[in-house]
């Protein structure tokens, strides 16, 4: 038990990298993919076609194999980045695809009749969508949000293959330093299950405000 | 870059690829098929009467779902050579593959149990079929026709995450891009043409899912 | 004919929790008896039934099928005291049960629906089994619908499948829970035709049902039920014709009344 506790420290400091990581590569990938959302109606025809050849790129293939192409292939042709830089990129481009996709759910989701009777009451088209449209728009999305969000943490272990120093890769450390295989990963495995846990706990409670009617699923 | 030259050299890394590719594919299909009667089970078990066991299922869901694959099969790989017992990479990845995708089948195929009337269990039991005989020959043919497109999914998704079991030393895909581009110190080619590999095999499942969905819809 | 009950209840009850649903039941069916059971909505009867061959797990009392007791090992009635699902169904073979809602497996054909009990459970072969099926459907009159699946099969259609189920594994007893409440109206004569056509060859049944003409034409035997007891009981004659059950005679005016013409005079 002992050996547990003394890693968190190590652990600690992982956890960070973890979140820093992916939390910034999730924001980045949740504005892209609204980004191109909202972009995607306005697309003419050819650009629409581009979009779903990324969507089907990015969701057909692992996001290993994604990383490995932006951090040792882009070389090749002249980008450089870091370990950590290359995970950020790689992770947000191909989060971006999973978030549009939320986003273009979230938006059919909402019932033409909702604003018709808004503006049949008077009610002015921005305050419609504001008091309508994005809370219901928003409780929709989150759930879907904050399990992306959680997906883009589990898929952030992969970087520890690129030797970012995020969880994974201390957790490899420890075991590779000090011979010993099961504090390190019992460690792991707890810190990566907190943390999807606080995420969608965390999505529950601000479902619960913005929307406290709303059946969660 | 010469394109004769750049195809040549696609050619020559063809034959290794389509070998991890392979390897890439069994190690799923086993993980999908050992994954499907562990998903019955571990539903049967959190739809039990005795709390013990549906929390213990729930536990697993939980942890399996909620932890990344790559630190699941680390485990797997490595605890057990800790405790004493080297296993091999292979059996590491069938067994965390396996047990990872139990988990989210054992949700898939809850959906489609629970879809089931309650009926057509009853009149199981009035002709006196078992358990068992109601689960294979009531149930689960239901179950299936019902959850086909999320099964098919799931397997999408199964063949991606098998990219990670590069890392416990099998030869799949991914490691053989690893390989290749070592050796060949060109990683843009060997990782995009790997990457190939994975967007034709989930491509073609695609397809294959969205067959069988009109085929189900038909029928219905 | 031997006077021995084949299906016996011995004051059977039944609890959900705080709510008794069935209170000392008591019922004896002789070989070739045709029961019904009627009474308002919540008198107990469909759970009556149930218990009879254990759908459902009775709390007090003792329900026998051709001298054996059904469900439990000894005097005791908690789940402790339950005996092994492979008793439980060698006690009840001699037993099948029609559905209100049919009940049909959606995925096997018609043949498949029927036959199955007889592979899966007689461990019959896929051959005999075919065979039986067919001669089951036969007889319900909808042998041409072998190979068809039940959806594409009217209400009217699909109970009989039912029926034809419930009779190809040869039972000795059956058990009809509503057969006709789930039908459209014009659906529910071809039902009934079926029904009746097996009580006159023969067969030992006890019914669930709203039909009070069809149950005053073919029962031997009438019970109402009440709140969970059985409050009167005794041939069509009697429980249609001349009881001094007030309750009784509350519940079956509405049939009275637009039914012209009495229970004796119909042929």
């Known amino acids: 038990m002992n050996s547990f506790l003394s890693l968190i420290p190590r652990f600690a400091e992982a956890i960070l990298v973890t979140l820093e990581v992916s939390l910034l590569a999730a924001f980045i990938g949740a504005l892209g993919g609204f980004v191109l959302n909202a972009l995607r109606l306005r697309f003419p025809r050819w650009l629409a076609g581009s979009y779903r050849v990324y969507v089907w790129l990015v969701r057909g293939t692992p996001y290993l194999s994604q990383l490995v192409i932006v951090y040792f292939g882009l070389p090749v042709i002249g980008i450089t980045m870091t370990a950590v830089q290359a995970t950020i990129v790689s992770l947000a481009f191909y989060s971006a695809a999973y978030f549009a996709e939320i986003f273009r759910a979230g938006w059919a989701s909402i019932p033409r009749g909702h604003m018709e009777a808004a503006r049949a009451f008077g009610i002015s088209r921005w305050a419609a969508f504001r008091s309508i449209e994005m809370p219901q728009a928003i409780a929709f999305a989150i759930p879907l949000l904050a399990n992306q969000t959680i997906l883009v943490i589990k898929e952030s272990a992969v970087a520890s293959i690129i030797t970012v120093p995020e969880l994974t890769m201390t957790a490899s450390d420890i075991v590779a330093s000090t011979y010993t295989y099961i504090a390190p990963y019992a460690m792991l495995i707890v810190c990566y299950w907190l943390l999807t846990q606080c995420i969608a706990i965390a999505a529950r409670c601000a479902q619960a405000m913005i929307a406290p009617s709303r059946k969660t699923s | 870059m010469n394109p004769p030259d750049l195809l040549a050299r696609c050619l020559g890394y063809l034959p290794q690829l389509l070998d991890g590719a392979i390897t890439t594919l069994w190690l799923s299909a086993i993980a999908v098929a050992c994954g499907f009667f562990a998903g019955i089970f571990i539903y049967m078990m959190s739809a039990s009467k005795s709390r013990t066991l549906a929390t213990a299922a729930r536990a697993y869901v939980s942890i399996f779902r909620g932890t990344p694959v790559l630190a699941q099969l680390l485990v797997f790989y490595y605890v057990p050579s800790g405790l004493g017992w080297a296993i091999p990479g292979v059996v590491a990845a069938a067994v965390g593959l396996s047990m990872n995708t139990a988990a989210y089948q054992s949700q898939i195929l809850g959906t489609g149990f629970?879809?089931?009337?309650?009926?057509?269990?009853?009149?199981?039991?009035?002709?006196?079929?078992?358990?068992?005989q109601t689960l294979w020959h009531v149930e689960i043919p239901q179950v299936l026709a019902l959850t086909l497109p999320a099964l098919v999914s799931e397997m999408i998704d199964i063949v991606k995450a098998s990219a990670v079991v590069s890392v416990i030393a099998v030869t799949d895909l991914?490691?053989?891009?690893?390989?290749?581009?070592?050796?060949?110190y060109r990683p843009l080619e060997v990782y995009t043409l790997a990457a190939c590999f994975y967007l034709a095999i989930t491509s073609l499942l695609s397809l294959a899912g969205r067959g069988i969905e009109r085929r189900v819809a038909r029928r219905a | 004919m031997s006077s021995l009950p084949i299906l016996e209840l011995r004051a059977v009850g039944k609890s959900y929790g705080a709510n008794r649903v069935l209170k000392g039941i008591d019922l004896a069916v002789t070989r070739g008896e045709i029961v019904s059971l009627i009474g308002p909505s919540g008198?107990?009867?469909?759970?009556?039934?149930?218990?009879?061959?254990?759908?459902?797990?009775?709390?007090?009392?003792?329900?026998?099928?051709?001298?054996?007791?059904?469900?439990?090992?000894s005097a005791g009635r908690s789940e402790r005291d339950r005996d092994s699902e492979k008793s439980i169904a060698e006690v009840r073979r001699p037993v099948s049960m029609v559905f209100q809602q049919f009940n049909l497996w959606p995925h096997m054909t018609v043949l498949g629906n029927v036959a199955a009990p007889l592979v899966l459970s007689k461990k019959t072969s896929r051959a005999d089994a075919h065979k039986q099926a067919l001669?089951?459907?036969?007889?319900?009159?909808?042998?041409?619908?072998?190979?068809?699946?039940?959806?594409?099969?009217?209400?009217?259609?699909?109970?009989?499948?039912?029926?034809?189920?419930?009779?190809?594994?040869?039972?000795?007893?059956?058990?009809?829970?509503?057969?006709?409440?789930?039908?459209d109206p014009e659906l529910v004569e071809e039902v009934l035709s079926v029904i009746r056509s097996l009580a006159q060859d023969g067969m030992t049944m006890v019914m669930v049902t709203h039909e009070m003409s069809f149950a005053a034409k073919i029962s031997d035997h009438v019970v109402f039920m009440e709140a969970g007891q059985i409050v009167e009981a005794g041939p069509p004659e009697q429980i249609f014709g001349n009881t001094r059950t007030p309750r009784l005679q509350q519940f079956l005016k509405p049939w009275f009344d637009r039914s012209l013409t009495s229970v004796t005079g119909v042929a």
């Open chain 2, 114 to 132: 629970i879809a089931i009337p309650r009926g057509q269990i009853e009149a199981a039991q009035t002709f006196n079929l078992t358990r068992r």
């Open chain 2, 174 to 184: 991914m490691r053989v891009g690893q390989q290749l581009s070592s050796v060949s």
């Open chain 3, 43 to 73: 008198s107990g009867k469909t759970t009556a039934l149930r218990c009879m061959n254990f759908l459902e797990a009775y709390d007090e009392g003792e329900v026998w099928i051709k001298g054996q007791l059904l469900g439990y090992r």
């Open chain 3, 135 to 183: 001669a089951a459907l036969t007889r319900v009159g909808l042998a041409e619908k072998a190979d068809a699946y039940p959806t594409s099969l009217s209400g009217g259609q699909q109970q009989r499948v039912g029926i034809a189920r419930a009779l190809a594994i040869e039972p000795e007893v059956m058990l009809l829970d509503e057969p006709t409440s789930a039908l």
